[in-house]
T-cell receptor
């Protein structure tokens, strides 16, 4: 089946530093990738939608300068949390939409802890 | 109109029971209805999906029932096992690059 690799799975950083999360579709091309944030025992909250080669579309309330998204190719998207603060601590999950089937596959998630 | 309402919020069944999770949507443009299973600390995994041209789809112990006129769909898990204990999310979407709309999730516990 289609695999989405997300790295790192867990990161701890100091307040004020930046963290980059990488999302790769390993065996398929993704027309669109999505980034979600999930709080404990809650549903997935869509942060942004990105299409290869174009600027990401951010959901209302998500700071685009805080959460930088780069979609460099049909298999790679990155999310950079800039100047991270403790309130940014969360579980971040990426998702890739299969170019042919349209099915959305998810990465394993990244747990970010900002001290 | 973009919401997907999911119930119940949590569910406890005994091993071998048949938990049923229900979802309802408003947007008639939706034409794709997947279910995802998520274990703690992991990303959601696609379980099964259905399109409006059929009323039921079965894959192993998992069955989706779809009622187009009522704009509702449900997940049934046959012969449930403790390993099925997870959070289940229904979602709805349509053709194009628009993101899926997710329900709030159902935490299922299957007790031996």
């Amino acid at each position: 089946g289609a695999v989405v690799s997300q790295h790192p799975s867990w990161v701890i950083c100091k307040s004020g530093t930046s963290v980059k999360i990488e999302c790769r579709s390993l065996d398929f091309q993704a027309t669109t990738m999505f980034w979600y944030r999930q709080f404990p025992k809650q549903s997935l909250m869509l942060m942004a939608t990105s299409n290869e080669g174009s600027k990401a579309t951010y959901e209302q309330g998500v700071e685009k300068d805080k959460f930088l998204i780069n979609h460099a190719s049909l298999t790679l998207s990155t999310l950079t949390v800039t100047s991270a603060h403790p309130e940014d601590s969360s579980f971040y999950i990426c998702s890739a939409r299969h170019r042919t089937s349209g099915i959305q596959y998810f990465g394993a998630g990244t747990r970010l802890s900002v001290l | 109109q973009q919401q997907v309402k999911q119930s119940p919020q949590s569910l406890i069944v005994q091993k071998g029971g048949i938990p049923i999770i229900n979802c309802a949507y408003e947007n008639t443009a939706f034409d794709y209805f997947p279910w995802y299973q998520q274990f703690p600390g992991k990303g959601p995994a696609l379980l099964i999906a259905i399109r409006p041209d059929v009323s039921e789809k079965k894959e192993g112990r998992f069955t989706i029932s779809f009622n187009k006129s009522a704009k509702q769909f449900s997940l049934h898990i046959m012969d449930s096992q403790p390993g099925d204990s997870a959070t289940y999310f229904c979602a709805a979407g349509n053709s194009g690059n628009t993101p899926l709309v997710f329900g709030k999730g159902t935490r299922l516990s299957v007790i031996a």
